[in-house]
């Protein structure tokens, strides 16, 4: 059954037992907009969008789909990976839909089941979904915004990182680029080894570590972002917005190349381009005082230092003193 085979309200009441429910909600899915409560007195609100060819495909080169259930996952990752950026957890998610007419109700009864089994694997346990919007189009597009609170804390932004701060990092470097290069790679998914399976896994459902920006906040965190579109790529926007330069630490980021070896060996790839440049994991990124004890989960990578004089963009970010030719992911450029 295809979705234009159903009426907008026969397709949403198929959606909406699939989702979870937020504990803020006072007024959720149903009427013209929902109501939560913000308890802060504050609101943090994040929103992205995917569309399909440009952020996943319906069936890679080799031979994986990308089925509604590791769309809707994705989708909330990334949402919920930004307001932890900001050291706050999320408390309501709404969601706009565009389907063709002829995409599989199972499609988008998956992609609801993605969305909710991702709030909860992830441990958004406060969050879910509160509303949204349905609509038909040419092409799928998911997008999805996520409203979060600050439990009373300053937000972490990525202005706040200092010369002498040691950078941290939370989470996986390089795994969902080398599962993006994997799909397309065409050497079928039964082929792959176990390990480079579990790559193509985190392209699809990535975990964002979302314990760790209210917990980095706590300890002090003075700048922070996660990672979405490459280490290189958004150390230079924490260098950018603090006014700073960063050097990364090669022997360090040599740990993260090596779950990634085999692929890269197999691919002709570089295991470190996929560790600088490559984006989508989510991992948390932060800057804490030069001789601060570290929260549980982080390891430091590098070293925040003063921005020199007529310091290009460009060279904002050096691993261990060297400019890189990794630059990372651009929507527009790639």
């Known amino acids: 059954m295809t979705v234009d085979q159903l009426s907008e309200g026969q397709l949403l009441a ?20 929902a109501v939560l409560t913000a308890p802060d007195g504050r609101v943090v609100i994040s929103t992205d969008t995917l569309v399909q060819d440009q952020d996943f ?5 080799n ?14 990752a990334q949402n919920l990976s930004d307001i932890n950026a900001m050291g706050a957890v999320a408390t309501g998610m709404v969601v706009s839909l565009t389907l063709p007419g002829a995409t599989p109700v199972a499609w988008a009864e998956g992609l609801a089941e993605g969305l909710s089994q991702a709030i909860s694997a992830l441990g958004a346990s406060g969050c879910g979904v509160v509303g949204g919007d349905l609509s038909g189009g040419r092409e ?5 915004t996520v409203l979060g609170d600050l439990a009373r804390r300053a937000p972490v932004l990525r202005s706040g990182a200092e010369p002498g701060d040691q950078l941290a990092i939370a989470g996986r470097l390089g795994w969902a680029a080398a599962g993006w290069a994997l799909l397309e790679s065409g050497i ?20 964002p570590p979302l314990p760790a920006g209210p917990l980095a906040a706590a300890s002090g965190a003075k700048a922070m972002l996660d990672i979405s579109d490459g280490l290189i790529r958004d150390a230079g926007r924490l260098a950018g917005s603090s006014g700073v330069r960063i050097d990364l630490d090669a022997r360090v980021l040599a740990g993260f190349r090596e779950p990634l070896e085999a692929a890269a060996s197999r691919l002709g790839a570089s295991a470190l381009d996929w ?9 948390l990124l932060s800057a804490f005082d030069g001789d601060a004890q570290l929260p ?39």
């Open 14 to 33: 198929r959606i909406f037992p699939r989702l979870r429910a937020s504990a803020s909600a006072l007024i959720g899915p149903g009427d013209d907009a």
């Open 57 to 61: 495909r319906l069936l890679w080169n």
């Open 63 to 76: 031979g994986c789909s990308s089925g509604g259930f590791e769309v809707g996952w994705k989708a909330a």
């Open 140 to 144: 799928i597009s998911v997008t999805v």
């Open 188 to 207: 079928p998914f039964a082929a792959l080894s176990p390990a480079e399976q579990r790559l193509i896994e985190a392209f699809h459902c990535p975990r």
């Open 275 to 283: 560790v600088l440049g490559g984006g989508e994991d989510y991992g």
């Open 296 to 334: 549980h989960g982080f390891a430091a990578i590098g070293s925040i230092l003063s921005k020199k004089d007529g310091t290009a963009p460009e060279s904002a970010v050096t691993v261990s003193g060297r400019h890189s030719d990794t630059v990372g992911w651009d929507h527009f450029a790639d």
